[in-house]
């Protein structure tokens, strides 16, 4: 049941790139001249081995070393091109979501420079997602310790995703699902929607430095205000937030 719902929620996502844009068949590197990616829940998103930290919950989800907080050279914070990330890098729980109102001001589908670091969802469906770009790997994160994997490179201007695994609250293992994201990069901010299933919504992303950065957009909208993260911990038994 678990994987059929990771399954339909990345075929209704979709997001994330990196590359050169002048190359349509370059993968993603490890550096700051990246295109542009898309999160977890399923396909708009995602994250390891570069990926450090201390392995703690953080409720501000600022304090942890490593995925959070990742800065131009990494995710891990290094200062060169980080590792491979591996679907626990980062897990996620939160009860904050972003703004559900259509995105309204995309500039044109044209591609762009994409650097490493987390890249969460701000506006185009009210949910929360993240993903986490990584040398040509990528993390979907997903609201509740559900997470999915894989690899990016653009292709034809798109950007072309292979997931071939996920973790969540209960379960971890192999999935297979490839999907095409048109996208456009304006400053920190990342467009995409998907080249495939129509009518589906544009989605704004935002490079953030941590998860739990409250922002105009992505914020708490419940009574019931939690956000927490963790980083290189397995998902399994991880307290509820919600």
């Not at 890098?89 to 044109?108: E, F, L, Q, R, Y």
């Not at 990016?152 to 609250?169: F, V």
Request: with cysteine.
């Amino acid at each position: 049941m678990k994987n059929t719902t990771i399954f339909l929620t990345l075929l209704s996502l979709l997001t994330v790139a990196c590359g050169n844009t002048d190359d349509p068949d370059e993968g993603g590197g490890g550096d700051n001249t990246h295109a542009d990616g898309g999160s977890n829940t399923g396909v708009d998103g995602g994250g390891n081995g570069g990926v450090d930290g201390g392995g703690n919950t953080s409720v501000d989800g600022g304090s942890d070393a490593g995925v959070d907080g990742g800065s131009d050279a990494g995710v891990d914070g290094g200062s060169g091109p980080g590792g491979a990330l591996q679907c626990i890098s980062m897990g996620w729980c939160t009860t904050w979501t972003a703004d559900s109102n259509p995105v309204t001001d995309a500039p044109a589908f044209n591609g762009g420079t994409l650097r490493d670091g987390i890249y969460r969802l701000e506006q185009g469906r009210g949910t929360d997602e993240a993903m986490i770009i990584q040398g040509s790997s990528v993390l979907f994160v997903g609201d509740f310790w559900d997470n999915t994997l894989g690899t990016w490179k653009i292709s034809n201007g798109r950007i072309a995703i292979q997931i071939g695994s996920y973790c969540d609250l209960f379960s971890s293992g192999n999935m297979s699902l490839t999907y095409d994201l048109a996208f456009a990069v304006r400053g920190d901010e990342l467009f995409t929607q998907s080249v495939k299933l129509l009518d589906t919504p544009i989605l704004r992303w935002r490079r953030v430095s941590y998860l739990c950065q409250e922002s105009t957009s992505f914020k708490c909208r419940d009574s019931k205000c939690t956000c927490m993260t963790t980083t290189n911990k397995p998902l399994t038994g991880q307290p509820a937030c919600h």
